[in-house]
């Protein structure tokens, strides 16, 4: 199961990627808890993002900041019910029209091949000590 685990956190990075909100939330478990790590930079609080209906309310304060954004991750682990996917994050804002390129990283558990709780780190030793790893 743990390798269809990762095609899962593939086709996510990919739907994200290509701003399909519907294919994205296809691979999300109903309950998701989605924890960014981009409303603080954004300008907001840290927040938790429950549910579909949460993750729609993140989707669109991403892409209204970014409108132009792409993750890479080429290194993605397999923990089991667990990913870490450690890449960058290239992205441009809409108000300042800054370009910027970030380390960024997911710890991914998954449940019946869904995404079920996502946290996302700009740090990627921080991500690996998160799920119980070290470099």
């Known amino acids: 199961m743990s ?3 990762v095609e899962t956190c593939r086709r996510a ?14 691979e999300l478990h109903s309950e998701v808890e ?9 300008g907001g609080s840290k927040t938790v993002y ?3 209906d949460g993750v729609r309310r993140w989707w669109r304060e991403v892409t209204d900041a970014l409108p132009e954004a792409e993750f890479e991750f080429p290194d993605i682990r397999d923990l089991g019910d667990r990913v870490v996917a450690l890449g960058r994050l290239r992205a441009r804002g809409r ?7 970030t380390p960024f990283a997911y710890v991914v558990d998954l449940e019946d091949g869904t ?7 700009r740090d990627h030793q921080e991500a690996l000590e998160a799920a119980g790893l070290s470099e």
């Open 3 to 5: 390798e269809e685990n």
């Open 13 to 26: 990075f990919e739907a994200g990627n290509n701003r399909n909100l519907d294919a994205f939330l296809k």
């Open 34 to 42: 989605w924890h960014p790590a981009m409303s603080a930079l954004l």
């Open 50 to 52: 429950r549910g579909h």
């Open 95 to 101: 108000v300042s029209g800054a370009e910027t390129e």
């Open 115 to 121: 995404m079920v709780h996502v946290r996302a780190y």
